[in-house]
């Protein structure tokens, strides 16, 4: 009888072993050839749900951007809107981070690999949805002001992405007060150009 994994349709074998392989090893030091064998499908199966690398690159992040934009929706869902939400965003990240296996971020990642074709647009799409999530949340009254603050906060998010690679949750946990209260309180101007 075959394995629960073979079960599964090939192109979502094929994309759970590519995230994984890419996650954990980098995207342009795996080959088709090693999701091929790790996935136990034929080559003529990968390049019929892919045409290319960059395909199965980029569908890889379409996918965990959508995890994303799922987990930002539950966080709206369960917290009253607010610098509450901003919160659980940097609960979750931390939670990540603790986790065994965690490379940082798997976006972070793609973009220092600077990957050609439509994976910068993925990217700023997944960027433009948090800051979208931040922005909502930020209480402030003035649009431009919200915008501004978030995109400070934003900053603050990826630069607890990247040392968390040596510090683990702390990152998120050490940065988190001050998001917080950028996000309640008027406690400095942020200029908006």
Do not use: W
Request: contains cysteine; proline residues 6%.
């Amino acid at each position: 009888m075959p394995s629960a994994s073979l079960r599964r349709p090939a192109r979502d074998r094929i994309l759970d072993t590519a995230e994984q392989l890419f996650y954990t090893h980098g995207i342009r030091a795996v080959g088709v050839d090693r999701v091929i064998a790790e996935a136990k499908v034929a080559k003529a199966t990968l390049y019929t749900h892919f045409r290319s690398k960059d395909e199965l690159v980029a569908e890889c992040l379409r996918r965990d951007a959508a995890r994303v934009r799922a987990g930002l929706a539950e966080a709206a869902r369960a917290t009253p809107p607010g610098p509450a939400r901003i919160g659980v965003l940097f609960d979750s990240a931390a939670a990540s981070a603790a986790e065994p296996g965690y490379q940082g971020c798997g976006f972070i990642n793609a973009a220092a690999e600077h990957l050609p074709g439509p994976v910068g647009d993925i990217i700023a799409m997944h960027r433009a949805d948090l800051l979208a999530f931040l922005t909502e949340n930020v209480d402030r009254e003035a649009e431009d002001e919200r915008a501004a603050v978030a995109r400070v906060i934003l900053s603050l998010l990826d630069g607890a992405k990247v040392a968390s690679m040596s510090t683990g949750p702390a990152a998120f946990t050490d940065v988190r007060p001050t998001a917080l209260a950028l996000a309640t309180y008027p406690l400095l101007t942020i200029r908006s150009e």
